[in-house]
């Protein structure tokens, strides 16, 4: 159990450009879930997977975003068209998929939008 | 609609003295309650959990919380605090049958020598 992970750590973006993030979870884990965190706030839910499926979506999953899992096991979180306002910490957490169990958080990647 | 309330967005203690950090939340329904440290540059790292049962419950590192029903509250407690215990820690709810978390803002204990 290797954890999950997430990469890049660290991404400076102009405005205006596109960017991708990778989170792989602990294999097997069937959950998947996006959560982004702006300075002096907890982690704001944005999306989550059963395997492939994405099951709910935040409202402040604008249509500039967008999250796949396509195999069920790693997932991309791609921002069109940065804002600054996009700079944040970008989580990913996963689990086995049962109710209340806790999630496994990875170490997050920091975008910020220049 | 659920959430979730940190009041105290720093609590400075020092060494060896015992803390608390208060944890009140509102939901129309049932959750379960979880407990999470954030170090410097890591990712949320779950110190305790309440899903049902006993309302006192004992975490790692020392910590434990307690989950008052009248109360709405899941203060998380430590009789004596280490200087390594300085984080961010963060109280969240998950309600029953959703899988999402949503999370308070924060309380970020600085441990004092």
């Known amino acids: 159990d290797t954890g999950v992970s997430q990469n890049p750590r660290h991404k400076i973006t102009k405005r205006g450009q596109n960017v991708t993030f990778r989170c792989d979870p602990i294999?097997?884990?069937?959950?998947l879930y996006w959560y982004r965190q702006t300075l002096g706030q907890g982690p704001e839910f944005l999306t989550y997977?059963?395997?492939?499926?994405?099951?709910?979506k935040s409202r402040l999953l604008s249509d500039r975003f967008s999250a796949e899992r396509p195999k069920g096991s790693f997932s991309t979180l791609e921002i069109q068209r940065t804002e600054q306002g996009d700079s944040a910490m970008y989580l990913c957490?996963?689990?086995?998929?049962?109710?209340?169990?806790?999630?496994?958080f990875g170490p997050g990647t920091r975008l910020t939008v220049t | 609609a659920q959430s979730v309330t940190q009041l105290d967005s720093q609590v400075p203690v020092f060494e060896e003295a015992p803390v608390e950090l208060r944890c009140n939340y509102s939901s129309s329904v049932s959750v379960y309650l979880f407990w999470y440290v954030q170090y410097p540059n890591q990712g949320l790292q779950l110190l305790l959990k309440?899903?049902?049962?006993?309302?006192l419950v004992k975490g790692i590192n020392g910590f434990e919380a307690e989950f008052n029903k009248s109360q709405t509250s899941f203060h998380l407690r430590k009789p004596s605090v280490h200087i390594s215990d300085t984080a961010e820690y963060f109280c969240a709810v998950s309600p029953s049958g959703t899988y999402k978390y949503i999370f308070g803002t924060g309380t970020r204990l600085k441990v004092l020598a």
């Open positions: 997977f059963q395997n492939e499926a994405q099951l709910e």
């Open positions: 309440y899903l049902s049962g006993s309302t």
């Open positions: 957490a996963s689990n086995p998929g049962n109710s209340g169990n806790e999630q496994y």
């Open positions: 294999s097997e884990h069937n959950r």
